[in-house]
């Protein structure tokens, strides 16, 4: 059974001090908004539009995501004491009845049109499923302190909050950032294998046209990070297919920059560092840079022609 977890998925740290970690964690769905008021994280996650609803129905139905904590009705904002015996009993049927509903109805209602083109599209169905998800987000940052302070508080939904102490108690007790020099990189979901595959890739693929393999271990973090996982959708670890999501995601027309923020490389003091990190400078606004610089390129040949 899934519980509020967190864990590192790479930690560094810069020359002049700057901390920059990036963190999965996983938490009651119905605490996200909570967990998106902190405007110091740059985050994506697994999105109830992209994900097939047999897929989340089959979760929901065999591990869905109860409440860690069944307090008492009281004014304010906090729960009172915990509920126990019958009133326990009946607080916990009324969640499991609605969320037993919810699947059969949703159940029903694919049998009954089992051609896609006749049923409400997936993102639709699943947001019904959406109070009972457990829910996972990449998020980086230079700053977590205020996070912590608000979010580890016994004043905190108990949901956020554990997932919070899980956060503080992976980055503190298990994680020890490595240094990353000017010109380095911050790379999530990188490793030494993808290095050495990196480093093939670029001659035995013509179509990357010699680049850098630090150029290539850039884009597939940035895929890697809007997919929230390792894996390709199919369960497939492939470099080529990160490169061409990563491709998708730089030419949508807007573009999907988000996930850009989380490779980042440290700046020298004195640099501009637009975006939400301390000390680092965000893949993003690298990108963002070039293809300014190349509309205005295409604009001086145009008007000149």
Not at 50 to 64: C, F, H, S, W
């Amino acid at each position: 059974m899934t519980k509020p977890n967190a864990r590192v998925i790479c930690d560094s740290i810069s020359e002049r001090g700057h901390r920059l970690t990036t963190v999965e964690v996983t938490f009651h769905r119905f605490v996200l908004a909570e967990f998106n008021t902190h405007r110091v994280f740059s985050r994506n996650s697994a999105s109830s539009r992209a994900i097939p609803v047999e897929k989340q129905l089959a979760r929901v139905e065999t591990d869905p995501a109860w409440p860690v904590s069944w307090p008492c009705e009281q004014p304010g904002m906090q729960g009172g004491t915990e509920l126990d015996g019958h009133d326990l009993e009946d607080a916990f049927t009324l969640f499991r009845d609605v969320q037993e509903h919810t699947v059969q109805a949703i159940s029903t209602y694919l049998d009954l049109h089992p051609e896609k083109a006749n049923r409400l599209h997936k993102s639709l169905i699943n947001r019904l499923l959406e109070p009972f998800m457990w829910h996972t987000v990449i998020c980086s940052a230079t700053c977590y302190d205020n996070f912590f302070n608000q979010r580890c508080s016994p004043l905190a939904q108990p949901e956020i909050r554990v997932a919070a102490e899980s956060m503080l108690s992976a980055m503190y007790e298990q994680s020890t950032p490595s240094l990353v020099k000017y010109g380095d990189w911050h790379l999530p979901f990188i490793d030494k294998q993808d290095h050495e595959e990196a480093a093939r890739l670029v001659y035995t693929e013509p179509a990357l046209g010699r680049q850098q393999p630090v150029e290539i271990l850039k884009s597939v973090s940035v895929a890697r990070c809007a997919r929230v996982s390792y894996l390709t959708h199919d369960g497939q670890r492939s470099l080529l297919e990160d490169l061409k999501l990563y491709s998708r995601l730089v030419t949508a027309s807007p573009m999907h920059a988000s996930p850009l923020e989380h490779v980042a490389t440290p700046v020298k003091e004195g640099d501009l560092t637009p975006g939400n990190f301390v000390g680092w400078g965000q893949y993003r606004h690298v990108i963002e840079h070039a293809i300014s610089q190349k509309k205005e390129r295409e604009e001086e040949e145009t008007d000149g022609g």
